[in-house]
Structures are given as structure tokens and as C-alpha cells.
């Protein structure tokens, strides 16, 4: 399992959980993951195909990745593009 906190000035912005479920030591996994929107509490969930030996940020940067795609694709904008 996997647990990341993103944090701006000591403020918590973001929380992401993640798992492997695949039964697989090393080759690529596939992992669920859920990502907490602190100032929303909205909860989305999401699942990316990673080769764990690529490490640990890539892991990060897949799910973060996965998450500005759902967002383009629903249209969803921050207030920080507009």
C-alpha cells in the first residue's frame, strides 16, 4: 500500500492511497488507487498499469497524470487556469 501527502505551505491539499493488486512480484502491476480532494472532500477512484522496478515516483506521477486526464475529459476546470 502506498499512502502520499501534497501539502502547500503545511497545508494539506490532496491525499493519495494506493494498492497493488495485482499478483505479480516485479513486470507490470496494476494499481487502485483513491485520491481525497481535501477542500472538496471529494473521493475519486482510479486504476494505472506501473513496472514497479520504474520506482516509486513514476507510481506518483501516473496516478497524478491519470487524474488531470479525468479532469480534462469531464471538463472540470481549477480556479487557478481560469
Not at 33 to 43: A, N, Q, T
Request: hydrophobic fraction near 30%.
Amino acid at each position: 500500500m502506498l499512502s502520499v501527502e501534497l501539502k502547500i505551505n503545511g497545508m494539506l491539499i490532496y491525499h493519495i492511497y494506493a494498492r497493488n493488486i495485482s499478483s505479480k512480484g516485479f513486470g507490470e502491476c496494476n494499481y487502485l488507487y483513491e485520491f481525497y480532494e481535501i477542500e472538496s472532500r471529494e473521493v475519486k477512484n482510479g486504476e494505472v498499469s506501473h513496472f514497479r522496478q520504474d520506482g516509486l515516483s513514476k507510481l506518483v506521477a501516473k496516478i497524478l497524470e491519470d487524474m488531470e486526464t479525468r479532469k480534462n475529459v469531464t471538463g472540470n476546470e481549477d480556479n487557478c487556469h481560469k
